[in-house]
C-alpha cells in the first residue's frame, strides 16, 4: 500500500453533472473526479478545485456519521460513503472542510487523506495490508544499531531499549540486534508475534493509521507503541530520528532536510490523532 494518501472528493448519487461542483458531486459510475493531491505536487502546481459548499457538518450513517456539504452526503474518490465510525473523528473531518477557504486544499486536510484511505484503501483489502506491514517485522529501525561513536550508541540504546522490552513483555516479541546496515534475520516467533499483534489492530482506520506511523519511522515497534499507548507521539517521533539529531549536534542543522523532517511530521502527528479519534467515544 502506497503511503502516499489519495485525494478527496465528496460527491453524492444523482448530482446535477452541469454545475461547477459536478466532478465533485457525481453519479455513481462517472469518471473519477481530479486528484488534488497528485496535481498539487505536480509540475507547476495546477489550481486547486475552488469551494464548492457553504457548510460542512455531520449526519448518521450505520451506526456512525457521514460528512456531509450543504445536507448533501459525501462520498470518497472512490465513490464510498465518506463515513466515520465516530463523532470525535467525523468532527474533526469535517471541521477540515469548513475550514477551507476559496479553494479546497488537501495538504491542510490530513484527517480527510487518511480517511479516505481507510475506506478505499484499506477495508476493502485488509489482508494485504497486514502482509505489507508484517513485513516491517523482519527489518524494524529499532534492530539495527551503530556501531560508534559511543554517544550515538548510547543514545540508541537509551531511546530503543525500554520499547523492545515493551515489545517482548507485551507483545512476545524479542529482537536479535545487529550492527550497521547488515540484514538480520529475526526469529519466527518474532515475526509471528508482530503479525499477530497488527492483525489485533482493530478497524481500517487505526489500520491505515498503524501504516502510515510504521512507514514514516520505519518501526513497526514504535507504531504499535503509539497505538497502544506505550508512548505519545511525540516520544515515538523522537525515537525514530536519534540518529538525525545526533547527526544534527555533530554537523549542524539542515534547512531543507528540517523542513522535509517537519512535513512528515505532520503527517506522523495526523495519523496519531487520527487512530485517537477512531477509539474515542
Known amino acids: 500500500m502506497s503511503d502516499d494518501p489519495k485525494s478527496e472528493g465528496p460527491n453524492r448519487d444523482g448530482a446535477n453533472r452541469d454545475g461547477p461542483d459536478a466532478d465533485w458531486l457525481g ?7 481530479p486528484d488534488p493531491t497528485r496535481s498539487a505536487r505536480g509540475p507547476g502546481k495546477p489550481a486547486l478545485p475552488k ?10 450513517h450505520a451506526g456512525g456519521f457521514r460528512l456531509t456539504l450543504d445536507g448533501r452526503p459525501a462520498n470518497t474518490p472512490a465513490r464510498n460513503p465518506l463515513a466515520l465510525p465516530t463523532r470525535a ?9 469548513a475550514a477551507q477557504i476559496d479553494v479546497i486544499d488537501p495538504s491542510r486536510m490530513p ?27 523482519g527489518t524494524d529501525l529499532l534492530a539495527y544499531r551503530a556501531g560508534d561513536p559511543d554517544r550515538l550508541v548510547q543514545a540508541q540504546a537509551e531511546a530503543w531499549d525500554p520499547v523492545l522490552d515493551w515489545a517482548h513483555e507485551a507483545l512476545g516479541a524479542r529482537f536479535i540486534l ?9 526469529p519466527d516467533t ?9 492483525g489485533e489492530t482493530d478497524g481500517p482506520f487505526r489500520l491505515a493509521a498503524l501504516h502510515t506511523l510504521t512507514t514514516l519511522t520505519g518501526s513497526l515497534v514504535l507504531a504499535l507503541a ?11 517521533w523522537t525515537a525514530a530520528h536519534v540518529d538525525e539529531t545526533y547527526q544534527a549536534s555533530v554537523w ?4 531543507e532536510a528540517a523542513a522535509r523532517q517537519a512535513q512528515r511530521r505532520a503527517e506522523f502527528d495526523a495519523a496519531a490523532h487520527l487512530s485517537a479519534l477512531s477509539d474515542a467515544g
Request: hydrophobic share 50%; net charge negative; charged share 20%.
Open 178 to 186: 545487529g550492527e550497521g546496515v547488515m540484514h538480520v534475520t529475526q
Open 111 to 137: 484527517l480527510t487523506r487518511l480517511a479516505n484511505t481507510a475506506i478505499d484503501g484499506v477495508a476493502p483489502r485488509r489482508e494485504a495490508v497486514v502482509d505489507d506491514l508484517s513485513a516491517y517485522a
Open 252 to 255: 549542524g542543522q539542515d534547512e
Open 226 to 236: 503509539v497505538l497502544r499507548g506505550r508512548l505519545t507521539p511525540a516520544q515515538a
Open 190 to 198: 518474532t515475526v509471528a508475534a508482530l503479525r499477530r499483534a497488527i
Open 89 to 97: 473523528l467525523a468532527e474533526g473531518v469535517a471541521a477540515e472542510w
Open 51 to 60: 469551494r464548492f459548499y457553504a457548510e460542512a457538518a455531520l449526519g448518521e
Open 27 to 33: 453519479a455513481p459510475g462517472s469518471a473519477a473526479p
